[in-house]
C-alpha cells in the first residue's frame, strides 16, 4: 500500500486548507487512515482519522471542532479539512495506513501504522 499527501502550504490564522492523501495498492475493505503531525522540536502526534468501512472518525481534542477527516471511496482517497487554521498548527502534516484497525474504533498509536506517505508542510503565520 502506498500513500501519497498533498495540499501544505502557507496559510495565514485563521484560514482553511485542505490536505489530501491518495491510497493505492491492494488493501482489505476494512482499514484506517491516520492523519499524524510532527511540528520542529515536537514529537508526533495523532490528529485525525477515519475507517475505511464505516466512517467513522476520531480527532484530538486539540482539532476537534476544526478539523473534518473524509474519505472518496471512488477515488482512493481520505481528506482533511483544516479549518480556523492556528500558528500552533504548523507542522509536517503525514497519512498513515492502518490494515487492521480495532474494532470499532482507530488506533491513535502511530506504531499501528504500517504504511506512510511522505510528510506536506503546513505552515500557519499569525
Known amino acids: 500500500v502506498q500513500l501519497q499527501a498533498s495540499g501544505g502550504g502557507l496559510v495565514q490564522a485563521g484560514d482553511s486548507l485542505s490536505l489530501s492523501c491518495a491510497v493505492s495498492g491492494r488493501t482489505s475493505s476494512r482499514y484506517a487512515i491516520g492523519w499524524f503531525r510532527r511540528a520542529p522540536g515536537k514529537e508526533r502526534e495523532f490528529v485525525a482519522g477515519?475507517?475505511?468501512?464505516?466512517?467513522?472518525?476520531h480527532y484530538a481534542d486539540s482539532v476537534k471542532g476544526r478539523f473534518k477527516v473524509s474519505r472518496d471511496g471512488a477515488k482512493n482517497t481520505v481528506y482533511l479539512q483544516m479549518n480556523s487554521l492556528k500558528p500552533e498548527d504548523t507542522a509536517a502534516y503525514y497519512c498513515?495506513?492502518?490494515?487492521?484497525?480495532?474494532?470499532?474504533?482507530?488506533?491513535?498509536?502511530?506504531?499501528?501504522?504500517?504504511?506512510w506517505g511522505q510528510g506536506t508542510l503546513v505552515t500557519v503565520s499569525s
Open positions: 477515519i475507517v475505511s468501512s464505516s466512517a467513522s472518525t
Open positions: 498513515a495506513f492502518d490494515r487492521a484497525p480495532p474494532a470499532g474504533t482507530l488506533s491513535t498509536i502511530s506504531f499501528r501504522y504500517s504504511n
